[in-house]
T-cell receptor
Framework: DAEITQSPRHKITETGRQVTLACHQT?????MFWYRQDLGHGLRLIHY???????NKGEVSDGYSVSRSNTEDLPLTLESAASSQTSVYFC??????????FGEGSRLTVL | KQEVTQIPAALSVPEGENLVLNCSFT??????LQWFRQDPGKGLTSLLL?????REQTSGRLNASLDKSSGRSTLYIAASQPGDSATYLC??????????????FGKGTKLSVKP
């Protein structure tokens, strides 16, 4: 079955370190997204991509970057991790109709 | 700016009851609306997708309706079961170019179905 996988599922890091969260989907979807989920804020869009070499900023993009070198992968990089970036991160991809499919999430703790 | 609101934030019902979850949005220029289920510590599972031209969608015991003009959607769950306990999220896709899948989420309704 096609799926979307995230790694690592859990990570603890220190302030100032660079962190990369991986996202891989096997549906061959062009559209991919990164969200973060926090208590009191719900899900907020970080970055998104509509195809290879295309990346766009979402609502809360400061301190994050993405790259899209192929259809399957959209890694999310935190250039210099901050405590405010402690969160659960979800990767998603969507069909041409806009139906969104999510990964299981990556829980990041920045100490 | 689009805002999506879900009321109530939490709901507890006895098993077997029919129930309705509410979602409202401030900007009616939506591309679609999607309902998700999230279990604790898990990702989101898509339940129903309603395109802007549709009024409702059904899947098993679930029925979602959409009224764009009033900025409302409801998720109807028939004959609720303890396994339906989860957080239900509503999300809208905005109607500007190339935005398929770029959703704005409500904060969810946490449903508890008691045996």
């Amino acid at each position: 079955d096609a799926e979307i996988t995230q790694s690592p599922r859990h990570k603890i890091t220190e302030t100032g370190r660079q962190v990369t969260l991986a996202c891989h989907q096997t549906w061959n979807h062009n559209n991919m997204f990164w969200y973060r989920q926090d208590l009191g804020h719900g899900l907020r869009l970080i970055h998104y991509s509509y195809g290879v070499q295309d990346t766009n900023k979402g609502e809360v993009s400061d301190g994050y970057s993405v790259s899209r070198s192929n259809t399957e992968d959209l890694p999310l990089t935190l250039e210099s991790a901050a405590s405010s970036q402690t969160s659960v991160y979800f990767c998603a991809s969507s069909t041409w109709t806009g139906e969104l499919f999510f990964g299981e999430g990556s829980r990041l703790t920045v100490l | 700016k689009q805002e999506v609101t879900q009321i109530p934030a939490a709901l507890s019902v006895p098993e077997g009851e029919n129930l309705v979850l509410n979602c409202s949005f401030t900007d009616s220029a939506i591309y679609n609306l999607q309902w998700f289920r999230q279990d604790p510590g898990k990702g989101l599972t898509s339940l129903l997708l309603i395109q802007s031209s549709q009024r409702e969608q059904t899947s098993g015991r679930l029925n979602a309706s959409l009224d764009k003009s009033s900025g409302r959607s409801t998720l109807y769950i028939a004959a609720s079961q303890p396994g339906d306990s989860a957080t239900y999220l509503c999300a809208v896709g905005m109607n500007y170019g190339g935005s398929q899948g770029n959703l704005i989420f409500g904060k969810g309704t946490k449903l508890s179905v008691k045996p």
